[in-house]
Structures are given as C-alpha cells and as structure tokens.
C-alpha cells in the first residue's frame, strides 16, 4: 500500500481549498525520513560551460511501500533544480533505481519530454541525459554588473515595449519608452531595426559609448540567445541563423565595444542589490509570467536559469496545468496575471472569456481599489500561495532579501498578498519571518534603477575601444 505523506496547513487560500503546499509536503516528507532512517541522495546538473551544481538530500529506504512517494519527492526536486539552476546532463548519486525511474520521466516520450527537450537542445544545445554515477560541485557567478564608470546604454526589452537609458557616470541622463510587438514579427531584421534604432537615441545623448548592457526575457547564455519570447514568431531556421548572434550582431554595428546581455529577472535583482547596497536578493516579478532572478551573497549574478515560472509550488495531484510545458502546479499558474485569470471564476468576477489577461487583472485591480470582497480573495489566494511558496525559495536559495514587483504586486492587491504572505510565514516559518526582509521599488527606482543596473554590466577596460553608431 503507498505510503502518503500527511500536511497540516494553518492557512487555506479561500478560493483553492485543495492547494497542497510543496513546502509543507517536502518538510513532512523529510520528517518521515528522519524517522524512517534516511538514504542519502546527490543529483548534480552539468552546463555547457562545465560548471556543476550540486543538492545532497534523503530519501526514505527505497523499497516496497516507499518507492512510489520517492518517486514523487525526487521528481518534483529534480524539476526543481532543473529551472532553477539549468541543465543537459543530471547525475544521481545514491541509487541507480531513481535514475532509471528519471530517465523514463525526463525522455521524448516521457510525462516531462517538454523539460527532456527545452534543457537538451534549445537551451544548451545537446541532448538532456540522466545517468547514475557522481560529479564534483564546480559553481561559477558571472562578475557581471556594478561598473558605473564612462558613458553607457542600457537597455531592456519587454513585450510591448522597448527601454533606454544613456548614463554617465552611474547617472542617467536620458531615459526613454518605444512601443513595439517582437512577439508577432517572423522578420529577424526587425528585432535588430528596433533595437539599434533605441541605442541610437541613447547614444544621442552622450559624448561616446563606452560600453552597453541590456536585459530581455529568455534564457542567454554568453550573450547568445537560447530561447525567448521575444523571437517566437521567427521561423526556427531564421533564428539559428539571425537571432541566436543578434547580439554579437549588435556589438559589431558597434565598433565591438564591452556588449553584455542577460535575462531581464537578472538584471531586476542586480538592480535592488544596487539600491539596497546590500547582496543575497532574490527577485520575484508577478507579471504576464513569473520572472526572477538572484543576487549571491557575495554579489554576484549566477550562470543559473532562475526560470520560477516553471518550479513545482503545490503538490497536488490533479493541480492546475500550465498550457506551454504540460505540468501541474507550477508557478506560473500561481504568481502571474494567470493566476487572476484562473480565480476569476472561483471568486464569482464574470468577465468575458475573449478579454485578454491583461486587461482582466485591470479590472480586477479596479475592483480591489473599491473593496470588492470577491476581487480581494483573489490576492488573499494569491498571498497564502506566496508565503508558502518563499519557505520554498528559502530551502534552495541562500538570501534574506526578497524584491517583489510585477503588474499583479500593483495597488491594493499586491499590499494584500505581502500582508497574507507574512502572516502565514510568521505562523509557519518563524525563523523565516524574523531573517527575510521585503523590498518593493518605487516607480523611480523600477524604471531608472533596472537602466543603470543593465548599463552596469559590461566592464571596461583600457583597451575598449569608442565608438558612436
């Protein structure tokens, strides 16, 4: 008979009574562990760039009655570490049983082939393996960031529009907004048209260009891009041939000056590291999607993926599934404009089905400001998912500081979910409560802030040469 395990939460989110944190599952979890006598575990993830991470856990006696819920517990932690950290090749250390039970998991054909296939090929360029066996921890931190000497652009693209900054000196001097829509454009020259053309007005503005750094949603690695949202209309072959060097494209029309880009949570988490004069951030953006990024406690900006769009938050069986990557109870689901959308209906809020996402969570907004009861259990759900869900950041991050922003953290809503997320972290997680410590930008620190730290990120050095385009 499979062996459950059994959670107690003190708080229910009123419009998702089933939810089933995975905080609470993976503590009581590890509980059953202690008392049953553990079985030590390591899975290490290897990236193209050689570097390793590496998580040392325990499973309970992988026999009998046991093995169905170590199954369910090293899935959803190899999930986990795979959006948090990246990686082609997993390596479990323990039992070769649970790599031969991922291997079929994590496959073309398997319940999680869009992982198999988004972590091998699209993102580093090989095919994703699981083997059993041990690799040594080699982490590396990109010394990105914090140079605010000469004359810089940063940049940042979103979906709907394109920013710019021009800084002297760490002191912006011109900042600027330009609407576009990349996500519908097949045309790879129109992405590289846009862009040049906002670096040209930046650039407008300052005696030379010393150095650029930029921020856009996707995964880049070494600059090049991997996969974004950006670039979804181009058709595969144009963007192995036109998008994925769009950058070293860029720094050329540039004169081949310092040019460094890198994904735009990233670049947000920097940004409030830079504005708390402090280290160990980690950035949660509630937006069309869930966006993050992580400051080290040294400072620095990680080669990981940071993608908590995808991580497991609730444990139930039958949670609600995400349309792009075909798993329940993701994140996404739970921290995004897609979460209002999903609660609409619990809450009893009849908006039409062809409004589009972003215009429901304004209406919902709308509703909030005015005391709607049925607008605020949506952001009180909302605020139980999150506090729940930081215990569960906190167990695979080393921070203490907590950056929230996004279109959904916007008005009266978003001070519900920090208020609720703080309650159910002083009542579960006291130690948490006490050694977090919340950080939300103001509109001057977000739009200026996110500039500087993007124009930050390439070094200069005696050899750079100047150029203006």
């Not at 995400?322 to 979460?339: L, N, P, T």
């Amino acid at each position: 008979m499979p062996v459950h395990v059994a959670i107690a939460p003190k708080f229910c989110p009123p419009l998702d009574p089933d939810f089933v944190p995975a905080s609470l599952w993976n503590r009581a979890y590890r509980a059953a562990v202690r008392e049953a006598g553990g079985q030590a575990l390591a899975i290490a993830l290897e990236r193209s760039d050689g570097s390793v991470s590496v998580c040392h856990t325990e499973i309970l006696p992988h026999e009998g009655s046991y093995q169905a819920i170590n199954h369910r517990y090293v899935e959803r932690l190899v999930k986990f570490l795979l959006w948090q950290k990246g990686g082609y090749r997993v390596v479990i250390a323990g039992d070769r049983r649970i790599a031969d039970y991922l291997r079929t998991v994590y496959a073309p054909a398997g319940a999680r082939a869009f992982d198999h296939q988004f972590m091998g090929e699209r993102v580093y360029g090989r095919p994703m393996v699981i083997e059993s066996g041990t690799l040594e921890q080699r982490e590396t931190a990109a010394p990105l960031g914090r140079h605010l000497d000469g004359n810089r652009i940063g940049f940042d693209l979103g979906a709907s529009d394109r920013k710019c900054a021009a800084v002297v000196d760490g002191k912006v001097v011109f900042s600027e907004e330009v609407g576009w829509n990349p996500a519908v454009q097949a045309d790879p020259q129109y992405h590289f048209d846009g862009i040049h053309d906002s670096l040209k007005r930046a650039a407008a503005h300052l005696p030379r260009v010393d150095a650029i750094g930029g921020s856009a949603a996707g995964v880049y690695v070494a600059n090049e891009v991997r996969v974004g949202s950006l670039y979804r209309a181009v058709p595969q072959g144009l963007f192995d041939t036109r998008i994925r060097r769009l950058f070293f494209d860029l720094r050329a029309a540039w004169g081949g000056i310092p040019f460094d880009v890198v994904n735009d949570g990233e670049v947000t988490a920097l940004a409030g590291s830079m504005a708390l004069d402090d280290s160990a951030v980690l950035g949660i953006a509630m937006g069309s999607s869930l966006a993050a990024g992580f400051v080290t406690p040294q400072g620095a900006i990680t080669t990981w993926l940071n993608e908590l769009a995808f991580v497991p938050v609730d444990y139930r069986e039958d949670a609600p599934v995400d349309e792009w990557s075909g798993d329940g109870g993701v994140g996404a689901q739970y921290f995004s404009q897609q979460a209002v959308g999903r609660l609409l209906g619990p809450a009893g809020i009849d908006l039409p089905k062809e409004m589009p996402l972003p215009v429901k969570l304004e209406q919902v907004q709308k509703l909030a400001a005015a005391g709607d009861a049925r607008a605020l259990r949506i952001y009180e759900t909302i605020g139980v998912y999150f506090g729940y869900n930081i215990a569960t950041y906190d167990n695979m991050y080393v921070f203490r500081n907590l950056l929230v922003l996004g279109r959904v953290m916007t008005g009266a809503g978003g001070d519900l979910i920090l208020s609720v997320a703080n309650q159910v972290l002083k009542a579960e997680f006291p130690e948490m409560a006490e050694r977090i410590r919340f950080h939300i930008p103001d509109e001057k620190e977000k739009r200026h802030g996110q500039a500087i730290a993007a124009a930050s990120l390439p070094a200069i050095t005696k050899e750079t040469h100047h150029a203006i385009s």
